[in-house]
Nanobody, 124 residues
Framework: EVQIVESGGGLVQTGGSLRLSCVVS????????IAWFRQAPGKEREGISS????????YYTNSQEPRITISANNAKNTVYLQMNTLKPDDTAVYYC?????????????????WGRGTQVTVSS
């Protein structure tokens, strides 16, 4: 059974930083993907960044925002989302999700395992 647990959200002032963590367990195949998504109040859920694992190799697909980057610690089965220079527009629930396929965050419909989300609030 695949399990996903996010942590690291909270309240931060504009210009601050946060690092979100996502612990993923239960994958048996050699190919899978893990991605970060977010959903702001009144908006649709959107993809941010993703990592695809294929035959033990990691392939990163980062967002267009250079201040937000994804990374991973394979030994800890943990994926991180480092967010710098945060803005009020970054306020959202951030979700970590996993897919049985080698896909990027742009194919959200192929992510079939989801965490409960962690709230990030950026005050102005």
């Amino acid at each position: 059974e695949v399990q996903i647990v996010e942590s690291g959200g909270g309240l931060v002032q504009t210009g601050g930083s946060l690092r979100l963590s996502c612990v993923v367990s239960g994958f048996l195949s050699d190919t899978y993907s893990i991605a970060w998504f977010r959903q702001a109040p009144g908006k649709e859920r959107e993809g941010i960044s993703s990592i695809t694992v294929f035959d033990g190799q990691l392939y990163y697909t980062n967002s267009q925002e250079p201040r937000i980057t994804i990374s991973a610690n394979n030994a800890k089965n943990t994926v991180y989302l480092q967010m710098n220079t945060l803005k009020p527009d970054d306020t959202a629930v951030y979700y970590c999700a996993a897919s049985d396929y080698g896909v990027t965050f742009r194919e959200m419909h192929k992510y079939n395992y989801w965490g409960r989300g962690t709230q990030v609030t950026v005050s102005s």
